[in-house]
């Protein structure tokens, strides 16, 4: 909770919270596919192999030198990081992703790529808090809600 006490060096060093998803060796895939579907842009990649020597934390599997070690990229005006990580299989459950757009074509667009290889939920459709809202998992398995803000025209 924010307080009215903050002094302005406080409130421009702000607290941020990221979503930092983990693709199991299929990021690159992932950045390529969110790139064509909703115009995602690659701020920063590196890859396992540039990681210093004396790096610390989980190793990655063998032959995954040129694998993604972190990548910050923005799809819009949110920030997300991701990487092909160390685990097993990537588990996306218990949040969606939320993209808002301005225009109920360009919801509609983005649900269709997004949902490509995955499987809609809820196709897009006019609700009390929106003139168009679909749900969807894509084909990596993340959860998105799509809408145009506002209630129905």
């Known amino acids: 909770m924010f307080s009215a006490s903050l002094n302005a060096k406080e409130f421009m060093n702000k607290i941020v919270v990221q979503p930092y998803l983990f693709f199991n ?16 842009k690659v701020e920063f990649l590196m890859r ?4 210093p020597p004396q790096s610390q934390g989980p190793k990655p599997p063998p032959g ?10 923005h799809i819009g005006e949110g920030v ?7 685990e097993t299989e990537p588990s996306f459950k218990g949040f969606s992703m939320s993209l808002s757009l301005p225009t109920e074509a ?7 790529a997004l949902a490509a290889g995955g499987q809609a939920v809820m196709p897009p459709a006019k609700t009390f808090w929106s003139p168009c809202f679909g749900m969807l998992t894509d084909k990596f398995g993340l959860a998105w809600m799509v809408s145009v803000p506002g209630g129905p025209p």
């Not at 995954?64 to 990229?73: E, L, P």
């Not at 997300?80 to 160390?86: F, I, K, T, V, Y």
């Not at 360009?106 to 269709?112: H, N, V, W, Y």
């Open 48 to 51: 396992f192999k540039d990681a």
């Open 80 to 86: 997300l990081m991701a990487s092909d990580g160390c």
């Open 64 to 73: 995954w030198d040129n694998k993604v070690m972190h990548t910050t990229f």
């Open 25 to 40: 060796g299929r990021c690159e895939e992932a950045l390529e596919f969110y790139g064509a579907a909703v115009g995602a």
């Open 106 to 112: 360009e919801a509609r667009r983005a649900f269709d």
